[in-house]
Structures are given as C-alpha cells and as structure tokens.
C-alpha cells in the first residue's frame, strides 16, 4: 500500500510504498476512514532534528484517525471486524497510574517510550491500513463519518481538554477569548459556546477565519493586530478576559493574551508556535493562572464523540485524497485554510 512518511527531518513528507500491516496478539488494524492534517505534522517536516524526540524517521504521519476495524489480533475482545472506531492519538505504556485513568497524554513512563503515538514515532493513518498496539485505543463512533471525526481525536479533543481545565471560571457574565480561529480554533469557540454561558471573542488575522468563528459560535471577532487588545479591553467593559485560550501559542498572541487576561483568570497555551511569555511581577495580572496543555485523556474523546453524536459540536473539514496530501499542508502553511484538512484514502471519499 501507499504511505505519506516522513524519511528525514526537515525534508517533506513523501508517498512511499510499504507492506500491509498485519494485526499481532493484541494489536488491531484499522481501514483509515479519514486522518486529519495538523500543524504539528509541519513542525514535524519542517522544525524537529535528531533528539527532540525519543525517536526517528521513517514513519507514517497522521495522528488524528478514525476508520473501520479491518482485523484483530489474537485475545482482542470486545471490537467486530467492520467497527467504526476513533484511534486515541497519544499512546501511554497502557500500565501506570494515569494510563490506568485514561490520561495516556500524561503517562508516567512516557520519556522511556520509544514513540508518542501513531504518527508519532509509530506509523500513522496516512495510509489505508493503521496498526493500533491495543484495543483499549480505541473508543467506537457508531454511525458517525470517519472523517467527520477524525480531526477531532486531536483538534477537538485538545481544546476540549483546555476548556474543561477553566469551565468554573466561566460562569454568566464572563468573556473567553480564543486567539486563533482555525482547525483547533474554530472547535474550542464551539465547545465554549455549548459548555459555558461565556461571552467568546475570537481573534485571527483573517477575515475568513472570523467568519468561520461567526458561524459556530464567537459573539464577536476581533482581527489581530495592535489595535486588538485595546479592542477587547472595550468590548469586556474594561474588565478583560477570564478565560483565553491561545492555539497559536507565538510571541505576539501571548503578549496579546497577557495584556487582555483578567486577574484570576486563566491563560492557556495549546498552540506550538514557540513563542514566549515572560513572566514578571507586573508582566501578567495578578493571579492569573498559566498552563500549557497537551491533548486530552481517553474518557474525554469519548465525552466529545457523544458531543457530536447529539448534534451539539462538529469540525468543519476539507477532504484530500492521499495523492494530494502535501497541497492541504501547503494552505495549512500559507494560512488560506478555514478549518480542518483531512485526507481520505479513497476516491470515492472524497467530496
């Protein structure tokens, strides 16, 4: 079969042809229904060397998957052979105490493993065929589109994560502020929206985006630049923001951030842009809380699945073949992409 991998750092992923993957004792292989393009995959092209991460190329990308199960291995119970399912993006040892409660994101032993997840050091779901290395990876989907859910087992489950950290913070009568509007944006301002009575302002540099944001949920878009703290101040009485959520995660957002963040609040920081916040008695307000965030455990992927069953979230997603898979990385990299990419094995997919 035909496989987008990653063969060096730095260089741009390519279609390669590899075996099948067969399903060992305790391993499932899943028929890749849809896997999601990410902005960490163009870090990973474009930023990492040999030793920011415990392993090396080659490997297949993508890491927001969903499909069918295709085959078990022996003592898998529990799943059928045609199973839609939802792959859980990042893989603990399955063994310590916070794998046993489902936060495989924050396992205990993940500096000894030798990869993250698939598409992480494993091979991932830009191929028809996935191996997944345990059952308990996989969280069903019952009717749901494949590729309506695979972006979010990464772009909804990730701001998922970071908006319950901060929902009792967000009751009647406070702002949340989403700087950046896009694939994981775009999600984090509907989760505001269904989970909290908050006032969400989206802030993005496009136009397109705040339309987007407009569309599911943002009461107000505000276009970045220097005006937009100023801007937000106005619209939150003075007061700023109790909750902001940065997706960006650059220089320039988490200036922004500090500036509109509200004493007691919370800043949290999802995006991987590298930029830095420096932190000074007088350089953030009082309180305010600051986090980073990774992912989000398996019990919430499986809170957000039936989010979406019921209607209430969903990712606004362009569907790639795998042939043309570098071109959706390319708008990714230009910014002229409103929402999610996801690249779909087969023609007959694609729409």
Not at 81 to 102: K, S, T
Not at 205 to 219: T, W, Y
Request: glycine letters at 14%.
């Amino acid at each position: 079969m035909q496989a987008l991998q990653l063969t060096a750092w730095k260089q741009p992923a390519e279609l390669r042809d590899v075996p099948e993957p067969e399903a060992g004792p305790g391993e499932v292989v899943v028929r890749i229904g849809g896997a999601g393009a990410c902005h960490s995959d163009l870090h990973l092209m474009e930023e990492f060397e040999s030793g920011m991460v415990p392993f090396e190329p080659p490997f297949t990308i993508g890491h927001e998957n969903a499909g069918w199960v295709a085959a078990l291995g022996a003592g898998v119970t529990g799943l059928e052979v045609g199973q839609a399912v939802a792959v859980y993006g990042p893989w603990g040892c399955g063994r310590c105490r916070r794998c046993r409660m489902g936060m495989e994101d924050y396992c205990e032993n993940q500096q000894a493993m030798p990869v993250m997840g698939g598409g992480l050091g494993a091979d991932g779901g830009m191929a028809p065929l996935m191996k997944v290395p345990s059952a308990r990876l996989l969280v069903s989907i019952g009717d749901l589109d494949p590729v309506a859910v695979a972006p979010l087992t990464d772009a909804g489950l990730t701001p998922y994560h970071a908006v319950k950290r901060s929902l009792g913070l967000l009751v009647p009568g406070t702002n949340a502020v989403v700087i950046g509007a896009g694939g994981l944006g775009h999600m984090a301002i509907q989760l505001l929206s269904h989970l909290s009575p908050a006032r969400v302002i989206a802030v993005d540099q496009r136009d397109s985006a705040l339309a987007l944001a407009a569309r599911v949920g943002a009461e107000r878009g505000v276009l970045a630049g220097p005006d937009a703290a100023a801007e937000i101040r106005d619209l939150t009485q003075g007061k700023g923001a109790d909750v902001v959520i940065d997706v960006v995660g650059s220089d320039s957002t988490l200036a922004l951030a500090a500036a509109i963040g509200r004493p007691l609040g919370h800043l949290t920081i999802v995006g991987l842009a590298g930029g830095t916040l420096p932190i000074t008695f007088f350089g953030v307000p009082y309180e305010m809380s600051v986090a980073t965030s990774y992912w989000g455990t398996l019990p919430e992927l499986m809170e957000l699945v039936a989010l979406v069953e019921a209607g209430h979230i969903h990712a606004v997603v362009h569907r790639f073949p795998l042939a043309g898979a570098m071109e959706a990385y390319r708008q990714m990299r230009e910014g002229t992409m409103d929402g999610r990419a996801v690249i779909v094995p087969s023609s007959s997919s694609i729409g």
